[in-house]
């Protein structure tokens, strides 16, 4: 077990900036998760409104979708501050992703699901809304974990 702990590197559990975390930190890295939640959002509806109208096939928006979100999401670390608790408020971005991810592949046919609905649908094979609860669901917690955990003191966590 000591030569498991002695291999990771020492930013993943002591990272950032250990001076006090400020309001004016606090309130930026508020700020940073609204922007990528709203890029997000705006990003995955461009993906997914095409999709749904027949425009692209479902093959094409998922493709695209998984090829970028990670490395958009990634180069927007930089607006986050370098205080230890930006990691927590980064991290609420995959979270969210987490769980609409788990609406769409366990809402069925539930009106007010419509909208984790069509992600199901643009990001699945076969538009079978489970598909949501596969790969991508793997893929979104894999970042929430990495951006938890690895965050950007490690080259590990930028890479994973």
Known sequence: LHTFFATIPDGVFFSGSFDPYSPLLIYRDIASTMACLLGATIFVKA??????????????????????????????????????????????????????????????????????????????????AKEALGGPFIYVLILLFSTLFFWTDSYIGVVS
């Open 47 to 128: 993906i997914t409104t095409p999709a749904k109208l027949g425009k692209i096939e479902s093959r094409d928006s998922r493709k695209i979708i998984h090829t970028l979100s990670a490395p958009l999401f990634i180069l927007l670390w930089p607006m986050f501050s370098n205080a230890y608790g930006a990691r927590v408020f980064a991290s609420i971005i995959p979270l969210l992703n987490v769980l609409r991810l788990f609406l769409a592949g366990t809402s069925g046919s539930k009106q007010w699901m419509r909208s984790e609905s069509e992600l199901a649908g643009a990001i699945s094979r076969s538009g079978d």
